[in-house]
């Protein structure tokens, strides 16, 4: 048995029996493996004999969760209020246009995801982007290309 089915089945044997259990299982998944992998899925469902595409019905409705594994550099791009008027939407676009993938996805060779994500707590300085720990704010055009050609 891989190491994958080993977390899971301690994940899965830990809310056998609890009701309501399927988001707090997807929640603990996503906690183990930083996404939701489909080999994860499918053993679940087959746990919990429910179709597939059930757990994944369920899975998508909820924005927390990711189904690309995260890349060695995770960009998330705020799209908060302060950072929306402070041209978010033209930032988004360029980290994609270079990176080539939309939000939510992961670079082939797994070296950057990108996420969207809500108000990261530092309005003063939108349009605003982390890498993973690191925060870059003020962002214009220029400003941002030079960031990304540091990763
Ligand atoms: S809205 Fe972007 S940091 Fe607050």
Do not use: W
């Amino acid at each position: 048995m891989n190491k994958m089915n080993d977390e899971l089945n301690g994940i899965l044997d830990k809310y056998k029996g609890v009701k309501g259990n399927t988001i707090l299982i997807l929640q603990e998944i996503q906690n183990k493996f930083q996404y939701l992998p489909e080999d994860a899925l499918k053993s679940f469902s087959e746990y919990v004999n429910t179709p597939l595409s059930e757990i994944y019905g369920v899975a998508t409705f909820y924005s927390q969760f990711k189904f690309n594994k995260p890349g060695e550099y995770q960009i998330k791009v705020c799209h908060g209020t302060a950072c929306h008027i402070n041209n978010a939407v033209r930032i988004s676009e360029i980290i994609e246009d270079q990176l080539n993938i939309k939000a939510g996805e992961t670079t082939e060779d797994g070296k950057f995801s990108l996420d969207e994500v809500a108000c990261l707590g530092c309005c003063s300085l939108a349009p605003v982007i982390m890498i993973n720990d690191k925060v870059y704010g003020n962002l214009d055009d220029k400003k941002l290309r030079k960031v990304l050609k540091e990763y």
